[in-house]
């Protein structure tokens, strides 16, 4: 029996005096494709930034790799997080530096890898979301797609044991959108990355969901297989895969 | 970890990630590189992209033959498949201009920036003249609250440096003329120099550091968060509903911030005056009054005008004009105040000259 890398118990977050997060339990499996699901307002993001521990949640416990993180200082979280690895919905690059300096930030700042190295790795993560080209330009000289292209390599240039994808197909187009989930497999089988995807697109969710949580009012209404969820008979679990979308 | 060199053979045992490769690195340097032959990784179970990385550099590194992969389990090989570095082709190099492009660049760009401002220009006292006799597409009492932002909360700092700004001028005087027993010229000093020169020059300087940046980074954030975009889709001028407010608002606060910096200036002089020239309040004032004609309050508030002016002018086109992102923001914060500060200081000698003629 495989032991789960993420477990969430109890959790409640609250933004001020409303409850966005209610007594919600988790467990993540190693190598799993997990897909958040819910509408919007529904907690998804406020559930993976207390997981990462960016918001203080009110109470409940969350372990990661077996450790309980709940109550660690930044500086303790540190190892844990290092890897992991998170994109964010609007990619949150930094607009002041390159791609490529972009990229380099983790590698640079957590390895003791040479130069050369540091390069090849930058070259490759760049190539593996098609941005080969936008090496030495800006963020700010990016479309919203390449900036979540370019968010994404920063995310795995340390091939993270576990990735955060907020939304990650929002604003791509659908060829990249497919070779971007093509690639999250690719992730997963090559290098038993555990990914978390919060998303909306059906399509996607069929291509690359091993598991489904839905969310709805800051409460967990099912967690189980993409098999499982589409037989489930929970009205808002059946319009969403009858509507398409939320 | 482990690296062996056998019969040409380089073999690797263990896990090849980013915690190994650092150390294999040094240990490599150290190997005969033009030897190595093949490569065996049939004894590696776990290899990252900084593992594979390590790899691409061995190969390319090799001055003569490259050397093959012989051995690896399925796992490794796909993993290199996925992230060598080898298949990629080298991206051409950004060219750089040349001194004449560049120079030429510059010409043309200069040329653009002048007449974009210019253009600029003009569409601002257009709209801000037609917002004084059509208020329908502002917000009701905009002007009364770009009045408080930009004249009302700097009263107390104005107040305090053109204070500071009258005691520094009457002491630096009062030393010299206390020698000829000149001490009643010093209100003559005060009353000229702040009227005509630092009343108006020190609130300009500070009206361009608050007002200006804020007008600069407020419009510039807009123009990020395609606000301003969303404005002319919505039919809405922006520098109509925005500019001219702001530019109103400045027209009527600046010249109401000069007098009061003249008359606190003043009241440092006559500090000055009491405490350490042994004058009378009486004989400080009449001697004020007696030099002071209403040409030099009228050059020392028509000059404040155009001060105002170009601070709204300079913030607007740096913030209409911003690119990139949050950084861009701050560099046009950043290039309208010292703009801005410099063109009341270059202003203030052109009005100088046209005075003394």
């Given at each position: 029996m495989k032991k789960p890398i993420i477990e969430v118990k109890n959790l409640i977050a609250k933004y001020d005096e409303t409850l966005v997060l209610d007594n919600i339990d988790v467990d993540i499996y190693p190598g799993e494709v997990t897909i958040i699901l819910g509408g919007s307002g529904c907690g998804k993001t406020t559930?993976?930034?207390?997981?990462?521990?960016?918001?203080?949640?009110?109470?409940?416990?969350?372990?990661?790799?077996?450790?309980?993180?709940?109550?660690?200082?930044?500086?303790?979280?540190?190892?844990?997080?290092?890897?992991?690895?998170?994109?964010?919905?609007?990619?949150?690059?930094?607009?002041?530096?390159?791609?490529?300096?972009?990229?380099?930030?983790?590698?640079?700042?957590?390895?003791?890898?040479?130069?050369?190295?540091?390069?090849?790795?930058?070259?490759?993560?760049?190539?593996?979301?098609?941005?080969e080209k936008a090496t030495n330009l800006l963020p700010s000289e990016l479309s919203g797609g390449m900036k979540k292209r370019a968010a994404l390599a920063r995310s795995i240039a340390l091939d993270p044991q576990i990735l955060f994808c907020d939304e990650p197909s929002a604003g791509l187009d659908p060829i990249t959108s497919v070779k971007l989930d093509e690639l999250i497999l690719k992730l997963k089988e090559q290098l038993n990355m555990t990914i978390v995807v919060v998303t909306h697109e059906l399509a996607s969710i069929h291509r690359i969901a091993d598991k489904i949580i839905f969310l709805e009012k800051g409460k967990k209404l099912f967690h189980g297989s993409l098999a499982e969820a589409k037989k489930s008979n929970i009205p808002e679990i059946v319009d969403f895969f009858q509507s398409g979308k939320f | 970890m482990s690296m062996n060199l056998k019969d040409k053979t380089l073999?690797?045992?263990?896990?090849?990630?980013?915690?190994?490769?650092?150390?294999?690195?040094?240990?490599?340097?150290?190997?005969?590189?033009?030897?190595?032959?093949?490569?065996?990784?049939?004894?590696v179970n776990k290899i990252d992209s900084a593992g594979v990385a390590f790899l691409d550099e061995l190969m390319q590194s090799s001055k003569t033959l490259s050397p093959e992969i012989t051995r690896a389990n399925e796992s490794v090989l796909k993993a290199i498949n996925t992230f060598s570095s080898l298949k990629i082709p080298n991206s051409s190099p950004r060219q750089e201009p040349g001194f004449f492009e560049r120079i030429g660049t510059a010409l043309i760009n200069f040329k653009t920036e002048t007449v974009q401002g210019l253009f600029l220009t003009s569409d601002i006292i257009f709209w801000s003249v037609v917002a004084v006799f059509n208020r329908k597409s502002q917000k009701k009492g905009v002007i009364t609250q770009q009045c408080l932002l930009i004249g009302a909360d700097a009263v107390g700092i104005i107040s305090l440096l053109s204070l500071i700004l009258g005691l520094i001028l009457a002491l630096q005087s009062a030393a010299q003329l206390r020698q000829f027993g000149a001490n009643i010229f010093v209100a003559d000093?005060?009353?000229?120099?702040?009227?005509?020169?630092?009343?108006p020059m020190m609130t300009a300087i500070i009206v361009a550091g608050r007002s200006g940046?804020?007008?600069?980074?407020?419009?510039?954030?807009?123009?990020?968060?395609?606000?301003?975009?969303?404005?002319?889709?919505?039919?809405?001028?922006?520098?109509?509903?925005?500019?001219?407010?702001?530019?109103?608002?400045?027209?009527?606060?600046?010249?109401?911030?000069?007098?009061?910096?003249?008359?606190?200036?003043?009241?440092?002089?006559?500090?000055?005056?009491?405490f350490y020239l042994d004058l009378t309040i009486m004989a400080y004032f009449t001697e004020l009054f007696s030099v002071l004609t209403t040409k030099d309050l009228i050059v020392g508030l028509s000059k404040s005008l155009f001060f105002a002016w170009v601070i709204v002018i300079i913030g607007a086109y740096y913030g209409f004009n911003v690119t990139g992102g949050s950084e861009g923001v701050g560099k046009a914060t950043t290039r309208s105040v010292v703009a801005s500060i410099f063109a009341v200081i270059v202003l203030d000698a052109i009005f100088s000259l046209i005075y003394m003629l």
């Amino acid at each position: 029996m495989k032991k789960p890398i993420i477990e969430v118990k109890n959790l409640i977050a609250k933004y001020d005096e409303t409850l966005v997060l209610d007594n919600i339990d988790v467990d993540i499996y190693p190598g799993e494709v997990t897909i958040i699901l819910g509408g919007s307002g529904c907690g998804k993001t406020t559930l993976i930034k207390n997981i990462l521990r960016l918001y203080q949640p009110i109470q409940g416990s969350i372990k990661i790799f077996g450790k309980e993180t709940m109550g660690l200082s930044q500086e303790s979280l540190e190892p844990v997080l290092k890897n992991i690895g998170m994109l964010f919905q609007n990619g949150a690059l930094l607009n002041s530096i390159s791609v490529f300096d972009n990229i380099a930030i983790p590698l640079e700042q957590h390895t003791k890898l040479p130069a050369q190295i540091i390069e090849k790795i930058i070259k490759v993560k760049l190539h593996l979301v098609q941005l080969e080209k936008a090496t030495n330009l800006l963020p700010s000289e990016l479309s919203g797609g390449m900036k979540k292209r370019a968010a994404l390599a920063r995310s795995i240039a340390l091939d993270p044991q576990i990735l955060f994808c907020d939304e990650p197909s929002a604003g791509l187009d659908p060829i990249t959108s497919v070779k971007l989930d093509e690639l999250i497999l690719k992730l997963k089988e090559q290098l038993n990355m555990t990914i978390v995807v919060v998303t909306h697109e059906l399509a996607s969710i069929h291509r690359i969901a091993d598991k489904i949580i839905f969310l709805e009012k800051g409460k967990k209404l099912f967690h189980g297989s993409l098999a499982e969820a589409k037989k489930s008979n929970i009205p808002e679990i059946v319009d969403f895969f009858q509507s398409g979308k939320f | 970890m482990s690296m062996n060199l056998k019969d040409k053979t380089l073999i690797l045992s263990g896990e090849l990630t980013r915690f190994s490769v650092p150390q294999l690195f040094k240990e490599l340097k150290k190997l005969p590189k033009s030897e190595i032959r093949e490569i065996d990784l049939d004894n590696v179970n776990k290899i990252d992209s900084a593992g594979v990385a390590f790899l691409d550099e061995l190969m390319q590194s090799s001055k003569t033959l490259s050397p093959e992969i012989t051995r690896a389990n399925e796992s490794v090989l796909k993993a290199i498949n996925t992230f060598s570095s080898l298949k990629i082709p080298n991206s051409s190099p950004r060219q750089e201009p040349g001194f004449f492009e560049r120079i030429g660049t510059a010409l043309i760009n200069f040329k653009t920036e002048t007449v974009q401002g210019l253009f600029l220009t003009s569409d601002i006292i257009f709209w801000s003249v037609v917002a004084v006799f059509n208020r329908k597409s502002q917000k009701k009492g905009v002007i009364t609250q770009q009045c408080l932002l930009i004249g009302a909360d700097a009263v107390g700092i104005i107040s305090l440096l053109s204070l500071i700004l009258g005691l520094i001028l009457a002491l630096q005087s009062a030393a010299q003329l206390r020698q000829f027993g000149a001490n009643i010229f010093v209100a003559d000093l005060i009353a000229i120099s702040m009227v005509r020169e630092m009343g108006p020059m020190m609130t300009a300087i500070i009206v361009a550091g608050r007002s200006g940046s804020a007008i600069a980074s407020e419009i510039a954030t807009m123009q990020v968060a395609e606000e301003i975009d969303a404005l002319k889709v919505m039919a809405i001028n922006p520098l109509r509903y925005i500019v001219a407010p702001k530019f109103n608002a400045m027209t009527i606060c600046m010249p109401l911030l000069v007098i009061i910096s003249i008359v606190v200036g003043v009241i440092g002089g006559l500090l000055v005056g009491i405490f350490y020239l042994d004058l009378t309040i009486m004989a400080y004032f009449t001697e004020l009054f007696s030099v002071l004609t209403t040409k030099d309050l009228i050059v020392g508030l028509s000059k404040s005008l155009f001060f105002a002016w170009v601070i709204v002018i300079i913030g607007a086109y740096y913030g209409f004009n911003v690119t990139g992102g949050s950084e861009g923001v701050g560099k046009a914060t950043t290039r309208s105040v010292v703009a801005s500060i410099f063109a009341v200081i270059v202003l203030d000698a052109i009005f100088s000259l046209i005075y003394m003629l």
